[in-house]
């Protein structure tokens, strides 16, 4: 590891690019190949999620939006009076804003992200637009135990804000973990959490597989990432996306495919790839209303009200802590 370490400080600096070798050359020694989906989020990763949140196959924001529009008055009748927003994090400014718009006298927005810039920009713009609420960033790995700074004395009570589904990212036991940690910090406030619902295998296959290719660039980012920050050379021509619904497990499974026999360099090892053989890049777990409020209740949640589209496609949960 040693003279991992050097390449990998000389090549991109700085402790996240040592995890990110770190988690490659795990992910390509074991059998199946996998590597975690939070390695999608560079600059350029984090562009390409918002150009799939555009996209007409892609429902999940759309509709989640439309919720949090549709439902704002009972949503902010759940919050009460001089709440505190604590987002895990710092996602779309526009859906905490319907929040905020809903509620009434917000006392504090604490959005945890572990990307300071992405939390120092978002933070500012909050600032201007929301001149009587005082926005706290706190930089750290919310998937991790946190510490919260106290509730005011004069607050009403603590929500949490876990939207877009990223908890259909987690594998089930993180997705436990998670959940089992937030109840703990929310104790006596609530979670407002947004899950993506089982369906029609046509609209997932659809979402997960765009007509314009934007999916397919988000996924192979992951590779010119590792060639840029890991001076690997993966040949992007001779790797496809591929997205499908596994019905058993209720997720969609993202894969790169290779498209040939190949060797391929990563941090001075080499690797080599079967024709057909993957490299698993994303779970993405679709819930029923019943198992998500399962795994809420496993967790110390008590289930409250949950907001659906008369399609079902996504869901909101309120969920007691
Ligand atoms: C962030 N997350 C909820 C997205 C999802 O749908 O699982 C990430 C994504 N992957 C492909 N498209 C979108």
Redesign the pocket.
Known sequence: TGTLSKIQTRLAGGEAAEAFARDLLAGLSSTPRSIS?KY?YDAPGSLL?DR??ELPE?Y?TRVELGLLSGHAREIARQVGPRAEIVEFGAGSLRKVRLLLDAMDRPVRYLPIDISGEHLGAAAQVLRRDYPGLHVQPLVADYTRHMLLPALGEDAGQRVGFFP??????FTPAEALHFLQMAAQVLRGGALLLGA?LVKDPAVLHA??NDTQGV?AA??LNLLVRANRELGCNFDLAQFAHS?FYNAPLQR?E?HLVSRRRQQVRVCGRCFEFAEGETLHT????KFTLDGLQALARQAGFTPGPAWTDPQKLFSLHWLNA
């Open positions: 989906p999608f999620f799939i949140c892609y999940p877009g589904s990223t908890i259909g990212n993506d979402a997960y999916t988000f996924n997205a969609i993202m994303e779970n993405s777990y």
